[in-house]
């Protein structure tokens, strides 16, 4: 390597201090996670793997903890009507939802870690009031419900162990504020992981079921039992909204903020989010199998009613033991989805409205971050005392309604992450743009058959197949004309990217560097990789607002005109049901 190369190497390897996009002051500093800490101007370097394992066991939970708060009240139930009435007929579902987990949630964490600031605040900083209002209107929406069905989740499960709904709703809001009041990142982190071991209780109740691998090998296949109707389809877009829900994208960039992880510790936040999903799949499987072979020949196959009657029927059917862990099961994940939904609302209404909204601040500091959070879990512990037949559609509904708006969310998420001025050369590459884009397709797709097939509900399978295909094969050709689009720029865009880690240099300069040899192409990447580990976005306030062209001004209404007629489609859909 040449002495004038060194030099630049050295350059880029000299991080220039900028102001940064960070709201509140308690995002800047250590990483504190409930292993331990790591100093906020540690090199990264870790030459053992031991040093790497305490790094990634410091690093975790902001991952870890949105996908096992995934397999929520709603999720639990979800898996178990889905097992209950179609066995392990719809497993290809989940298998088909691990890759838009993986790639939804990496995006959400780069965003996270490069700008410093949350979700919520992303988007009205780049897409105006407007757009920031719907974005989070929907979320404050889904997450006041979702929070409802973590109660009812709670009452169903302490009431099959015995004790009263009067006594176990407040009891448990008095709980999950208590989790989170304590003015300690760490502290909060440690209990929560304490409730994700809980979770370990999968095994032994999946072992007592005796599932059998032809049976459920068979459910990795797609196939729509029954038939493609608006039934099934309801369900697999629940199962959608479920998996993937809004709220994680809110959750997860703003506990990375929390957690003060910057981007020389991405690597170990994939690593986190690979476990959690590790974990949300197990744990989804698991409770799928439990009521496809729990009930399998039994009256109650085909019947599904509520979480608190499959408990029940697993104890009446398969033994007590059984019945006893799915409850224990159900209590675990309405505690840990109600604790990360509620601080995914107080997260987005501190960052709307710049308030201070970190774990790190004691109650006394930060009022409006704590009383939010207290005032969600009062109204939604309210309304969980509504008659039976209300909740049941709250329950039914908001996992579909979830599944439905997730479209909106992912369209504004890789907006963002293709804003260059924002994350700089962390933005998505052409491969990541097609994968969230097919992602996005597949769910506007999934959300139109089932607008179809609730307007008409003769509507052969046939027919409906035959659109999903028309679809598909729409979606692949306009996919070919963007992707052919971004590749002209994929190479310049890198070699800006480089040209900045140069300090300034130009493209063409950089260009002629490479062509005169005086960088080797591991020295090329050495430098670009130096680069973004130090970059962080500056101030949302000195960057210039994306141009928002007519085009794209038109299908963000388009989207979010069908999206609006879509999940009322939804709730007709699920009034008639409660009425049937």
């Known amino acids: 390597m040449t002495s004038s190369s060194t030099e630049l190497r050295r350059d880029a390897d000299a991080a220039v201090a900028v102001e940064t996009a960070a709201l509140d002051s308690a995002h800047v500093g250590d990483i504190v996670g409930a292993f331990g800490r790591i100093a906020r101007h540690d090199n990264g370097i870790r030459r053992s793997r031991w040093q790497r394992l305490r790094t990634l066991m410091v690093i975790s939970g902001p991952g870890l903890i949105v996908m096992v708060g995934d397999n929520d009240a709603g999720g639990v139930a979800t898996y178990a009507q889905a097992g209950q009435n179609y066995g392990m007929g719809l497993l290809w579902t989940l298998v088909l939802l691990i890759p838009v987990l993986y790639v939804n949630q990496e995006m959400v964490l780069r965003l996270g870690a490069v700008t410093g600031v949350g979700h919520a605040r992303l988007i009205f900083e780049r897409f105006g009031k407007f757009w920031g209002a719907f974005s989070v209107g929907d979320l404050l929406l889904l997450n006041a419900l979702t929070i409802v069905t973590e109660f009812i989740g709670v009452a169903l499960a302490l009431g099959f162990l015995g004790c009263p709904k009067a006594v176990a709703i407040p009891a448990a809001a008095v709980l999950l504020f208590a989790v989170v009041a304590g003015g300690s990142f760490r502290r909060w982190e440690r209990l929560m992981f304490v409730l994700i071991a809980v979770n370990v209780v999968i095994i032994p109740m999946a072992l007592m079921v005796h599932p059998t691998l032809d049976v459920t090998a068979r459910g990795l296949v797609p ?237 052969p399978t046939a027919v409906l197949k035959a659109g999903l295909l028309v679809g598909a094969v729409a979606g692949v050709f306009g996919g070919a004309a963007v992707i052919a689009l971004a590749r002209r720029f994929a190479d310049r865009c890198a070699a800006e990217s480089v040209a900045s880690a140069f300090g300034g240099l130009s493209t063409d300069e950089v260009e002629e560097l490479d062509d005169i040899g005086a960088l080797t192409r591991a020295e090329r990447k050495a430098v670009h990789r130096q680069y973004r580990a130090n970059w962080r976005t500056p101030a949302l306030t000195t960057l210039p607002r994306p141009v928002m062209s007519p085009a794209r001004r038109a299908g963000l209404f388009t989207l979010r005109a069908y999206l609006v007629v879509a999940a009322a489609l939804v709730v007709v859909k699920i009034a008639e049901a409660g009425l049937g």
């Open 223 to 459: 196939q729509f039992p029954g038939g493609m109707d608006s039934t099934v389809l309801l369900l697999i877009v629940a199962i959608v909204g479920t998996t993937v829900a809004p709220w994680q994208l809110f959750f997860q960039q703003s506990n990375v903020v929390d957690k003060r992880i910057t981007p020389r510790w991405i690597h170990y936040g994939r690593a986190d989010l690979i476990l959690g999903i590790v974990v949300v799949m197990a744990g989804a499987v698991t409770l799928m199998a439990a009521t496809a072979f729990g009930f399998a020949g039994t009256k109650h196959f085909g019947h599904f009613t509520d979480a608190g009657a499959v408990a029940s029927g697993l104890s009446h059917h398969v033994g007590g033991t059984v019945g006893v862990l799915f409850a224990i099961v159900l209590l675990d994940a309405s505690l840990i989805g109600a604790n990360a939904i509620g601080l995914s609302t107080t997260y987005a209404i501190g960052d709307t409205l710049g308030k201070r909204h970190s774990l790190h601040w004691k109650i006394s500091e930060a009022p409006l971050f704590y009383g939010g959070y207290a005032a969600i879990l009062a109204i939604s512990a309210a309304v969980a005392f509504s008659p039976d037949h209300i909740l049941g559609l709250i329950t039914q509904g908001v996992q579909a309604l979830a599944g439905v708006l997730l479209p909106s969310a992912t369209v504004f998420l890789v907006l963002l992450c293709n804003d260059r001025p924002v994350l700089g050369p962390w933005v998505n590459s052409v491969r990541q743009n097609i994968f969230a884009w097919t992602t996005v397709w597949s769910l506007v797709l999934l959300s139109l058959a089932l607008t179809a097939s609730t307007l008409f509900p003769g509507l």
